[in-house]
């Protein structure tokens, strides 16, 4: 999907709507899925429709250069863009939470030791990230060109392409994503994703 060019379309969920419980509920799950991923499609296509130069960029593409973008479409491609990749990579971050890889493994938990010290470590600085998140935004364990490995908080639906980065994980600290069952409680929501996150086996995948 990542590499798909216009018209996008939405993708399917990788698990049922219900697979994330009780840590995240089916209700959020369609409303996240089926109506705000759908509506930064919708968006994006709509963004594109009068560029056909850049429909034929990927996605990735479209968003690792914004200043290259025409600044008439610049802010809707970077807001609608943006939450298509950011939504397109949460989604597929997140497993049932007895079939997900709660740690890394290999090169990832190499880098992660070599970088934070412990994976444990790892995730009190990355939860630490995700709690100072104000307003709407992800946290994300981006991977950059170097090898290194670093938190970055982005806002808004902002992505760590143009960073010439790429997310290992992240987390959507957006309301949308957790308000339905943890009301005001960001915290006890980032506590219960570490259940239901999943780390790619390999930094190839990214
Ligand atoms: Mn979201």
Redesign the pocket.
Known sequence: MINDRYPYALPPLPYAYNALEPYIDAETMHY?HDK??QTYINNLNNALEKYPRLQRLTLEQLLRNPEALPPAARTAIINNGG?VY??YR?FNNLAPADESMHQPIGAILGMINTSFGSFDRFKELFTKSALDVFGSGYTVLALTGHGKLAIVNVPNQNTVLPMNAKPVILF?V?E??YYLKYKNLRADYIKGIWNVISFPVSASLL
Request: proline residues 0%; glycine residues 10%.
């Open positions: 996240h705000h991923f939450g950011n939504h949460f959507d957006w949308h994503a």
